[in-house]
């Protein structure tokens, strides 16, 4: 609980989420937006295989790259979906008006791709009971994965993540 004579936090405008400078978060956001290795590392005055190096080799730049194209995928998908209804409408007003027996089955096919595969949640109770167990079987395979690793003589996951780290940090500098 905050004393009412604590002031806050000021704001560090430097600061970066997944641990990257300025540079490498502005490179995640060109990427994110399309632009290629190349065209984001002239734009932020780098050599182009720094910016390789980090999307192929930075656990910190994937990640956030990762939860950036997240974020746009997000946004278009909330846009596509808006466009629904009149698209529909277009196929189904298409259909209705084709005379031509080749064109309403083109148009046909058209509607049958964009509805795509049905849902694949499951529907049964017991079914989604089951996909419960095995979540759950999968998070106790990682609680003891640390005894797994020891009986089949691999280094500890900490040890492994600090190594994998350090390798990938010798790839990627920031």
């Known amino acids: 609980m905050k004393r009412r004579?604590?002031?806050?936090?000021?704001?560090?405008?430097?600061?970066?989420?997944?641990?990257?400078?300025?540079?490498?978060?502005?490179?995640?956001?060109l990427l994110a937006a399309g632009r290629t290795d190349a065209a984001t590392?002239?734009?932020?005055a780098v050599h182009r295989v720094t910016v390789t190096r980090w999307r192929l080799y930075s656990p910190g730049f994937r990640a956030a790259l990762s939860a950036q194209?997240?974020?746009v995928w997000g946004v278009a998908s909330?846009?596509?979906?808006?466009?629904?209804?009149a698209a529909v409408d277009a196929l189904a007003a298409a259909l209705a008006e084709a005379t031509d027996p080749k064109e309403r089955l083109a148009v046909a096919v058209a509607i049958l791709k964009a509805a795509g595969p049905p849902p694949t949640e499951p529907t049964d109770p017991a079914d989604v009971l089951r996909a419960e167990v095995a979540k759950e079987r999968t998070w106790a395979k990682d609680v003891f994965q640390?005894?797994?690793?020891?009986?089949?003589?691999?280094?500890?996951?900490?040890?492994?993540?600090q190594s994998t780290a350090a390798r990938l940090a010798i790839l990627a500098p920031a």
């Open 5 to 29: 004579d604590e002031q806050p936090k000021p704001i560090d405008p430097t600061a970066c989420p997944y641990g990257l400078n300025l540079v490498q978060q502005s490179a995640v956001d």
């Open 41 to 44: 590392a002239e734009a932020l």
């Open 69 to 71: 194209r997240a974020a």
């Open 78 to 85: 909330d846009r596509l979906r808006s466009l629904l209804p």
């Open 146 to 161: 640390s005894r797994f690793d020891m009986i089949t003589d691999q280094p500890p996951m900490e040890e492994h993540i």
